[in-house]
């Protein structure tokens, strides 16, 4: 319960702090922001909890009849709490494996920023070498991608682990090459990883 409180109260200062005085007259977009902004602050499991407790939030108001934007879908942003990988590797393991990573090289930082994402945003590896340049969206604080295997589009927030991680990688170990996507082969020619288990090795 206080868990609720503290989440509910964060998100209804932050709407007090725009100026409103009521729920009516809110935009899904400031809704929107509020999420990017926190999901920037916070680990995942935390921005798990977060979402789902302002879903029943909002939930809560229609069924009660208080005049507020329907946001129950945009809560429904996929975060995975317990993330695929863990199927396979334990947090400790995980964090073994970030720690033996050489972050000072150019391969380091590719692999490092290639598992973040993958272990904060359950990302599927085919997904992941095919993530553009222009998927990410810095203000926002988010990834935009179809789905290679879905067809799908996904929205998926970057949480601040993540997103330092691609920009080391972007910013100071990515080579300059005239291909879209983030991740790279780390022999010249430096082009796009053609196959998904290249990850997974």
């Known amino acids: 319960c206080d868990d ?8 209804l200062y932050y709407i007090e702090q725009l100026g409103h005085i009521t729920m009516e007259n809110i935009t899904i977009e400031e809704v929107r922001t509020f999420i990017l902004d926190t999901a920037m602050d916070v680990k995942a499991s935390s921005l798990h909890n977060i979402l789902l407790y302002l879903k029943y939030f909002h939930i809560f108001l229609k069924e009660t009849g208080v005049p507020a934007p329907d946001c129950i879908d945009l809560f429904s942003y996929k975060v995975y709490r317990d993330m695929p990988v863990q199927s396979y590797v334990t947090d400790e393991e995980l964090e073994k494996i970030f720690t033996v990573i050489d972050r000072s090289t150019f391969i380091g930082k590719r692999d490092y920023a290639m598992i973040q994402l993958s ?6 590896a085919v997904d992941i070498i095919h993530l553009k340049l222009t998927d990410i969206d810095w203000r926002k604080g988010e990834v935009r991608l179809i789905q290679k295997k879905t067809g799908r589009e996904a929205f998926m927030p970057l949480v601040k682990v993540s997103a330092d991680a691609l920009e080391d990688y972007i910013l100071n170990g990515r080579p300059d090459t005239e291909y879209k996507e983030v991740f790279l082969r780390v022999r010249p020619p430096y082009s796009a990883i053609q196959d998904a288990a290249s990850i997974g090795d």
């Open 119 to 124: 272990a904060t945003t359950g990302m599927r």
């Open 4 to 11: 609720v409180r503290w989440v509910v109260r964060k998100y």
